[in-house]
């Protein structure tokens, strides 16, 4: 049964920069129609709390991210971060008690000190929430030791065959690839071995949600974008730019800080269901032009890309 169509832009909220994040859910919940992203690890702690019945469909996140001090390539890093403990004990806990209003996405566990081989994380994916039928589930695959920074996909894809336990295969934007061109190459190259296994999945592309990396990891293969961007900066005329600069472009420069805050939240909001729109029309018509910013960047994007890709 088909719960959304992809692509799908998912806006996310995390305490995790945001500490007020309860506030923030609740005020883009009249905003939000579609997916939403929310976080295991804030269940737990009570940062936030159910029910949650605006959106169409939940991704229940890891943890990882809240458990970690890592950022985002879109975070400021100017807010101190301190976890608290994160265990796989307390999020299978949580799925336990899990009990959406709309449907779910189950995210595998995460935490960086808790990284095994390939083999493991299918396992310990597999093995999460076990006896419900009620929900779908989401391998987050990540580097299989501490000292990786990054995935080795050669040595996933030893194991692609797998990955067809799994409802969507995640990918961390950080750890894909050390270039924009690296992470296209790499997600194409999953994409690509997803294809000749004959496994029909949509590849997630964790802390991406902007105007130019967004749309070209999924022209490389990828369907579902998630992340914070939408958050901290303003999307205007394909560009992400400073919240500060976007109010006084669009509103005037004697515009409280908090009013810019909702007002490019609610502009981000729309921005992303326009793009999304625009993702939607290219794979109909293959055509570059359905991209009203940036289309021919794009495509020569693509095109060498995939010539990368040509002698591996």
């Given at each position: 049964m088909e719960v959304e169509r992809t692509p799908l832009l998912v806006p996310s909220f995390s305490s995790k920069g945001f500490p007020d994040v309860r506030k923030i859910i609740?005020?883009?919940?009249?905003?939000?129609?579609?997916?939403?992203?929310?976080?295991?690890?804030?269940?737990?702690?009570?940062?936030?709390?159910?029910?949650?019945?605006?959106?169409?469909?939940?991704?229940?996140?890891?943890?990882?991210?809240?458990?970690?001090?890592?950022?985002?390539?879109?975070?400021?890093?100017?807010?101190?971060?301190?976890?608290?403990?994160?265990?796989q004990e307390m999020h299978e806990g949580v799925l336990a008690t899990w009990q959406p209003a709309v449907p779910s996405v189950l995210i595998s566990f995460d935490h960086p000190k808790a990284r095994v081989g390939f083999a493991d994380q299918i396992e310990r994916a597999r093995s999460m929430a076990p006896g419900r039928a009620d929900v779908m589930r989401e391998l987050l695959l990540k580097p299989e030791t501490a000292s990786q920074r990054f995935l080795h996909v050669d040595d996933l894809l030893r194991h692609v065959h797998r990955l067809a336990d799994f409802d969507v295969i995640g990918v961390t934007e950080k750890e894909i690839g050390d270039s924009l061109m690296d992470r296209m190459k790499n997600i194409a190259k999953l994409r690509r071995a997803l294809t000749r296994a004959d496994i029909d999945v949509p590849i997630h592309v964790f802390g991406s949600l902007d105007t130019i990396s967004t749309p070209m990891y999924f022209?490389?293969?990828?369907?579902?974008?998630?992340?914070?961007?939408?958050?901290?900066?303003?999307?205007?005329?394909?560009?992400?730019?400073?919240?500060?600069?976007?109010?006084?472009?669009?509103?005037?420069?004697?515009?409280?800080?908090?009013?810019?805050?909702?007002?490019?939240?609610?502009?981000?909001?729309?921005?992303?269901?326009?793009?999304?729109?625009?993702?939607?029309?290219?794979?109909?018509?293959?055509d570059f032009s359905s991209f009203k910013h940036h289309s021919e960047m794009f495509k020569v994007a693509l095109q060498s890309a995939l010539e990368a890709l040509g002698g591996e």
């Open positions: 609740a005020s883009c919940s009249e905003l939000i129609e579609g997916v939403t992203l929310i976080s295991a690890y804030d269940l737990h702690y009570k940062q936030i709390e159910p029910p949650f019945d605006f959106p169409s469909l939940i991704f229940l996140d890891s943890g990882g991210y809240e458990a970690s001090k890592e950022v985002e390539l879109s975070d400021f890093g100017d807010k101190d971060h301190h976890p608290k403990e994160w265990t022209i490389a293969g990828a369907d579902i974008f998630d992340g914070l961007t939408w958050l901290r900066f303003a999307f205007h005329e394909g560009l992400t730019i400073y919240k500060h600069n976007f109010g006084a472009l669009q509103f005037g420069v004697s515009t409280k800080t908090i009013m810019v805050d909702a007002r490019c939240w609610h502009q981000n909001y729309y921005y992303m269901s326009e793009l999304q729109l625009e993702m939607r029309r290219f794979l109909t018509t293959d």
